[in-house]
């Protein structure tokens, strides 16, 4: 770990950034230009101490999560990224998926759309940043340990991804879910070994799965009428937009409902009762 060459990368990739680069807005007037180190712990989820004192060369050595955060929230390239990694003493993850650095393009449209619900996942599902309507609406996931941050898993084998959808639709979701997945896993080849390990994974555990993986179903999602039960707002049906990265690496999941209808209200209400549960 090169601690003064890490500090001094952290510093300038933050001076170089500007509120509205990351959807903040500018506030008072500031003394310094960029980011403050406050609002980059925001970004990347730590504590403000952790992330000043590894700008002061005190910080103990982090870990490959705690470095793949920070690069997200500096919004460093892919060069960037691994040079974070290697200053901090760690290898940088394999670029064949990507899955877990998000393009800074996709980030940039994330950071403006604060009145749409919106997620963006990883070829097999795996959530990996989400704004703050998303988590309202569906509950937060990328904060979940292990398996339980990929949807298959919360559906076939955790079973609480059910409970965000209306009944009515759980047997084409399932489906839908397991068709995406097959598609995913094929357009990344048999060298994807997290794929390959998820899927082993999933037909032990999930007899449905294993069935559903069966029919050889395979679907790429583009878009999806659904219908789910906020638990503060009821049933919200929203339309469910996908837009794939050039390799469909990644993915932006934007909910959106018709202008003027019952469920678009629901959503203009849902960053109020949001900002209330959060609260709580």
Known sequence: MDRAALADFL???????????????????????GLRREEVAALAGMSVDYYTRLEQQRGPQPSEQMIAAIARALRCSLDERDHLFHLAGQNAPTRMHRADH?????LRVLDRLEDTPAIVV????????????????????????G???????????AGNELAKYAPEQHERLARVVVASLRAAVGLAGPGDRRATELIAELQTRSPEFREL???????TRWSDNKTIVQPELGRITVDCQVLHTDDQAQALLLFT??????????????GVVGQQTFAG
Do not use: C, M
Request: no cysteine; charged share 30%.
């Open 257 to 270: 409902a018709p202008a003027g209808s019952e469920d678009a209200q629901k959503l203009e209400l849902l």
């Open 147 to 157: 398996n339980e941050r990929y949807q298959a898993w919360r559906w076939f084998v």
């Open 122 to 145: 990883s070829h097999l599902g795996e959530t990996l940043v989400e704004n703050r309507l998303a988590a309202a609406l569906l509950g937060s996931s990328v904060s979940l340990p």
């Open 11 to 33: 510093r300038r990739r933050r001076e170089l950034l500007r509120p509205e680069d990351v959807g903040l807005g500018q506030g008072p007037r500031r003394r310094t230009p």
């Open 102 to 106: 998000v393009d800074p393009a996709i």
């Open 213 to 219: 993986w069966a029919k050889h179903e395979v679907a």
